[in-house]
């Protein structure tokens, strides 16, 4: 198993860019998640699909940031325009559905803006 | 919603010695727990969970017991290695999981 998958793996961008994260879930996984991870505020959950529905978007920080999640086996995290304070790591998730189930997590993309 | 207090770190011990890691929770309803783990340069693991009250999880010498009356849920390991060293994240779950700020472990021969 492929385990999560996730490119690119670092992105350096200038401000005012678009940026685009790609993520690949485990195959038979019907929920993704998108985590982000700074030093200052940890990790945090920005939103949720499952069955590739969106749940929870309550963690997007504001309007620039998108996610979709055309099908089962992709999704993307969109921001335009990008800002240095977008500079985290930021992870992809996926488990069999939500429940007490085990999240898988993907390597990660660390973002770069200057 | 949710949230989680870890100690804070980093905690560095000695190859061999006791380890304690301490996480309270608050949560509506009855969360799950668990403890991921996240290596330097990857994403997380989950190490353990427990999904009720007086449950123990365990994995890798790693054991967790989940206090509902304390709403407590603090990672032990007897004899830690050098191999543990990481970053380690509490995490009580209802709806979605809450992360804690995580708690660096530095073991040292």
């Known amino acids: 198993d492929a385990g999560v998958i996730q490119s690119p793996r670092h992105e350096v961008t200038e401000m005012g860019q678009e940026v685009t994260l790609r993520c690949k879930p485990i195959?038979?996984?019907?929920?993704l998640f998108w985590y982000r991870q700074t030093m200052m505020r940890g990790l945090e959950l920005l939103i949720y699909?499952?069955?590739?529905?969106?749940?929870?978007d309550s963690g997007m920080p504001e309007d620039r940031f998108s996610a979709k999640m055309p099908n089962a086996s992709f999704s993307t995290l969109k921001i335009q325009p990008s800002e240095p304070r977008d500079s985290a790591v930021y992870f992809c998730?996926?488990?069999?559905?939500?429940?007490?189930?085990?999240?898988?997590f993907g390597p990660g993309t660390r973002l770069t803006v200057t | 919603g949710n949230s989680v207090t870890q100690m804070e770190g980093p905690v560095t011990l000695s190859e061999e010695a006791f380890l304690t890691i301490n996480c309270t929770y608050t949560?509506?309803?009855?969360?799950?727990l668990f403890w991921y783990v996240q290596y330097p340069g990857e994403g997380l693991q989950l190490l353990l969970k427990?999904?009720?009250?007086?449950d123990k999880g365990s994995n890798k010498g790693f054991e967790a017991t989940y206090r509902k009356e304390t709403t407590s849920f603090h990672l032990e390991k007897g004899s830690v290695q050098v191999s543990d060293s990481a970053v380690y994240f509490c995490a009580p779950k209802t709806s979605k999981l809450t992360f804690g700020t995580g708690t660096r472990l530095q073991v040292t021969l």
């Open positions: 195959s038979g996984h019907n929920s």
């Open positions: 427990a999904t009720k009250a007086d």
């Open positions: 949560a509506t309803g009855y969360p799950s």
């Open positions: 998730a996926s488990s069999l559905t939500i429940g007490v189930y085990e999240q898988y």
């Open positions: 699909f499952n069955n590739n529905v969106p749940i929870d």
